[in-house]
């Protein structure tokens, strides 16, 4: 829609290819029995209606991109993905609107549920063991030779294991790594022994592809994938039969085993984390590679009841019923209000109490409350944290209703209506109060795309009113010689009244106010962000990230027109202060991804008292960057007109290396 100066406003788009991974499997889930006093939550129905009462959940479980509740009544919930029957509702059919279903034929007489990567396995009453999803079909089916006489099971990401009343394992499904235990690395679609474990067995764990036991004298041994040292035996080699876990022969409660890490807990309430740690997933405060011994979780020495460990992040429960996570926060799966990776634990927002089980999965947690209710966080692409909204993923605990023919008020995918009165803002000249950014890098050259050039944020309103925008629909600037320039950065400034009117448009019509915290379209080649919305206004922190269809596309094409569309004068902005960008060009002249200098032009080298290496990050296809100020960023006029120049090309002082140099202004926000 156009707005005019009673609705000003900004923007833009860009790109980021981002890799979309398999979300790897679930370990069973981590949980401690809640009060038999406790009263089951209830969701308040419309008034001509009888009160609708959601069952009370006891037990929890998160796969790969499902979960599954337990109630007090033995019976089995699920919802999200179910392209292979995951839910167990006698379809393969994903709803257009994510909610809780019934499992077939499993209304009571479960004690015990445990979701996978592609499927779910849950343990009567009677100590059988029922499966569903990938290989089973889409409702519950007896596994061969455990009607009877199975203690616990475990589902991994394509196999599954089940200890049996004797103490022994059995496992079943995929093997190529020896998940399975048996001696072999060839699959089996029945269940077969471990090797070496007929009996004293309490506690399995499936991860991945690897499979760890708790043995009723509190040690844990390890088999399957040892490539990122998820054994824990001090080596990175695959073993098909169990080993023993280093240093943990005695004194450990409860294990479990995610992608491809594995955590135990010991007899004192602490956690001990090993295996592949990059995204910070075993808690103890680096981001090296790996470890193949188990490391303890910093603050965690006590006090704590149960674990749960996912795709590529680790949840602990508390004893005083708090939940704290750490690992992979691409999706808000820590729960901590970020999209931040942590390397410690954080703690769950709203969590720090009441919570009885808590599972991870793939790339979101779920909790069970005293209550008798389940809260969910993290992804939400295929609707795994149920909570009847198209939202992405949610950063914080959202509640799941679990009672599928009661209606309740959810966030809607439309924009609110335009908030009246003032709205509170920071005033500074250098607080943000509203910006949207690029989703990529500011420049690149690569195979797929060729040169991109789409620098710093697209749209800044400052706190006094000082707008910073670049205009992608805007002439080009004509080429001066070897200096190919871009759109330049303009400037604004907004006085009060105007600021409230982009403000109210932004949060009210423009959509950003009830907004969810990402958009998303998947494919087999990646995902998309194409823009960046942050917010500080009217008691919003916000930021959404935009990679799909979304109600904010109207606002995001209003803003990209601001200079056009608001009625307000603008001028080109002159910055004090510039981002200089350097590039070994050579190898992308060469595959014909940037143009040849003989046609373009090419310049020496023109700072004598800098050295290409001050460019921090400059190495072989990597890019550097330095911060220029306005004489450094004058030389050869490159500064003049704005200042955005996408690409000269530059002599090194060595007489032989060939840079490209790239150049645009710093915002006001931004340091070096």
């Not at 949207?436 to 420049?443: K, V």
């Not at 087999?524 to 979304?550: C, Q």
């Amino acid at each position: 829609m156009r707005f005019s100066l009673s609705r000003v406003a900004t923007t833009v788009v860009v790109g980021l290819l981002v890799v979309a991974c398999a979300s790897p499997a679930s370990p069973p889930p981590a949980t401690i029995p809640p009060p038999t006093s406790s009263r089951p939550a209830t969701i308040p129905p419309p008034t001509s209606s009888p009160p609708a009462v959601s069952p009370a959940i006891t037990a929890i479980a998160a796969g790969g991109d499902h979960t599954c509740a337990l109630t007090s009544g033995g019976g089995v919930k699920c919802w999200g993905a179910n392209q292979y029957g995951q839910l167990g509702n006698g379809t393969t059919t994903q709803t257009a609107v994510p909610v809780a279903v019934d499992v077939s034929g499993l209304a009571s007489g479960v004690t015990a549920i445990s979701a996978g990567g592609v499927h779910t396995c849950a343990l009567t009453s009677g100590g059988g063991v029922k499966c569903w999803g990938a290989n089973y079909g889409s409702v519950p089916v007896d596994v061969a030779g455990l009607a009877s006489g199975v203690a616990a099971i475990a589902a991994g990401y394509e196999h599954t294991c089940a200890v049996t009343s004797g103490g022994g394992v059995r496992c079943w499904g995929a093997n190529y790594s020896g998940q399975l235990g048996n001696l072999s690395t060839t699959g089996s679609s029945v269940p077969v022994d471990v090797s070496g474990l007929a009996r004293g067995v309490t506690a399995i764990a499936a991860g991945e592809i690897h499979t760890c036991a708790l043995t009723s004298g509190g040690g844990v041994k390890c088999w399957g994938n040892g490539t990122y040292g998820q054994l824990g035996n001090g080596t990175n080699t695959d073993s098909s039969v169990p080993v023993d876990v280093s240093g943990l022969a005695s004194g450990v409660s409860a294990i479990a085993a995610g992608g491809l890490h594995t955590c135990a807990l010991t007899s004192g309430g602490g956690v001990k984390c090993w295996g592949a740690i990059w995204y910070g997933q075993l808690g103890n405060g680096t981001w090296t590679y790996s470890s193949s011994i188990p490391v303890d979780v910093p603050g965690l020495a006590s006090g704590v009841s149960a674990i749960a460990a996912g795709g590529q992040h680790t949840c602990a429960l508390t004893s005083g019923g708090g939940v704290k996570c750490w690992g992979n926060g691409e999706y808000g799966q820590l729960g901590n209000g970020t999209t931040t990776d942590s390397s410690v634990p954080v703690d769950v927002s709203g969590l720090a109490g009441g919570v009885s089980a808590v599972d991870a999965g793939g790339s979101n947690t779920c909790a069970a409350y005293l209550g008798g209710g389940v809260k969910c966080w993290g992804d939400n692409y295929l609707g795994q944290l149920g909570t009847r909204t198209r939202c992405m993923s949610s950063s914080v605990p959202v509640d799941v209703p679990l009672d599928a023919d009661v209606v309740t008020p959810s966030p809607s995918n439309e924009p609110i209506g335009t908030p009246i009165g003032r709205i509170e803002h920071a005033t500074g000249p250098r607080d943000v109060v509203l910006r949207l950014n690029n989703g990529g890098a500011d420049l690149g050259v690569s195979d797929l795309g060729g040169e991109s050039f789409q620098p710093g944020p697209e749209f800044t309103l400052y706190g006094d009113g000082t707008v910073i925008f670049r205009n992608e629909r805007a002439e080009l600037p004509p080429t001066e010689g070897p200096i190919v320039r871009a759109r330049p950065f303009r400037t604004a400034h907004l006085n009060e009244d105007e600021i409230h009117s982009l403000l109210r448009f932004a949060l009210g019509e423009g959509g950003l106010a009830n907004a969810c915290e990402r958009y998303e379209e998947r494919t087999s080649e990646g995902i998309w962000v194409s823009a960046v919305f942050t917010i500080h206004a009217g008691g919003l922190d916000k930021r959404v990230v935009v990679g799909g269809p979304s109600p904010l596309e109207s606002l995001t094409d209003d803003l990209r027109n601001f200079d056009q569309w608001s009625g307000i004068s603008t001028q080109v902005w002159v910055a004090d202060r510039y981002w200089g960008n350097l590039l070994g060009a050579g190898p992308y002249i060469e595959q014909g991804l940037l143009p040849d200098p003989r046609a373009t032009g090419i310049v020496r080298w023109p700072w004598p008292a800098i050295a290409p290496a001050e460019f921090v990050g400059l190495a072989d296809y990597s890019a550097g960057r330095r911060v220029m100020s306005a004489d450094e960023a004058a030389v050869l006029g490159l500064s003049d007109n704005g200042g955005v120049v996408q690409r000269i090309y530059l002599l090194g002082p060595d007489d032989e290396t060939i840079y490209s140099f790239s150049l645009w202004p710093m915002v006001p926000d931004e340091t070096s």
